[in-house]
């Protein structure tokens, strides 16, 4: 069985490339050499860009989705790490815990304001950054979010980009993937319905369902306060016969759902999206109730290239764990934002709101290659385009095709 999913994964990442796609810093070591081939496309600087740049960061560092803000602010570390070691461009950069709250996400991002920041890498999570973007669109300052995905993140905010690829996308391309290689599946769903992110991956997965002919024989729902117990959702969906339920949800209530499926016996296909990336590294978890899950990301640690492994093996040496897909989210974020600087020939005497005019006229002309996707590039409206990839877990890792 294991065989076959891996020969419809590759599929499915040649359907979805057809397609666009939720401390204290070290001081950078002057005998790092220049930037190889290991990273991201940036060279030391060549233009008119010069001086100290502000960045500011805004995630969860603490609290139930503490994960995924470490990594994105540590990956981001690294890169600041790695580009200051060139020359030319620096960067300051300060991190702020939100704890995936868009009200505690907006204190925190008028801290670095007073800080001084001049660049936003975050917030993080969907919610909060859509509570944030209305304060970076009134100040004129860019932000570009690492990985909340959600549409709403970018609507109406010319100066709010996006390292993820969108929702919508990952609606579409699950259930194209599910239609195309799993014919006569029956689908169930589990979503969170108080979450933009879940919500609207579910929205646009049931729409082109529709469209494919895709079979939904169950939809469950929680809460925030109710996502402890799935009993409910997931007796239906048996009692249905859905054989893949559908997850558009983050890894916490995903390892309860896979937890309570084994305990009543029931083993459908699991299928995730980018929110799953981080249940491996859960503590306490038992990696072996995810065997064989299946889900969408931009990244995987396992691959051969030198670029990722030379992230890996850095992220590694400092964190002791492998990085997941929010750690090559912060990286590129970094990396994205020192390529928009160049181009737009920015100097760090420069105003927040200077910086950010100048950044948004040239982000629809760039390109970049990263850690999460090559030939990177945006729309005026803040989408990134690029593919993602399919990876299935497989003895506790994740592994592709």
Known sequence: MMKKFFGILLTLAMVLSLAACGGNDKPA???????????????????????????????????????YGNAAMNGAKIAVEEINALGGIQFEFQAEDDVADGETSVNAYNTLMDWGMQVLVGPVTTGAAIAVSAEVYNDRVFALTPSASSTDV?????????VCFTDPNQGVGSADYISQNMPGAKVGIIYRNDDAYSQGIRD?????????????????????????????QLT???????DLIFLPTYYQPNAVILNQAKGMGYAPTFFGVDGMDGILAMPGFDTSLAEGVMLLTPF????????TQSFVSKYNELHGETPNQFAADGYDAVYIIYEALQAAGCTGDMSAE???????????TI????????????????????????VVIKDGVYVTP
């Open 29 to 67: 070591d002057s005998s790092t050499p220049p930037a190889d081939s290991s990273q991201p496309s940036a060279d030391a600087p060549s233009g008119s860009a010069s001086g100290t740049f502000k960045l500011g960061g805004v995630g969860p560092l603490t609290g139930d989705a503490a994960i």
């Open 154 to 162: 970018i609507s109406g905010k010319d100066n709010m980009f996006q």
């Open 204 to 232: 646009t997965f049931v729409s082109e369902a529709g469209k494919v002919g895709l079979e939904i024989v169950s939809e469950g729902t929680f809460t925030k306060d109710t996502q402890s117990d799935f009993s409910v």
């Open 236 to 242: 239906d969906a048996k009692s249905k016969g859905a």
């Open 300 to 307: 995987s640690a396992d691959a051969a290239d030198e670029r």
């Open 354 to 364: 200077e910086i950010c005019e100048a950044i948004v006229a040239v982000m629809p």
């Open 367 to 390: 390109s970049v290659d990263g850690l999460t996707g090559q030939g990177m590039t945006w729309a005026s409206t803040g989408e990134v385009s690029k593919a993602p990839m399919a």
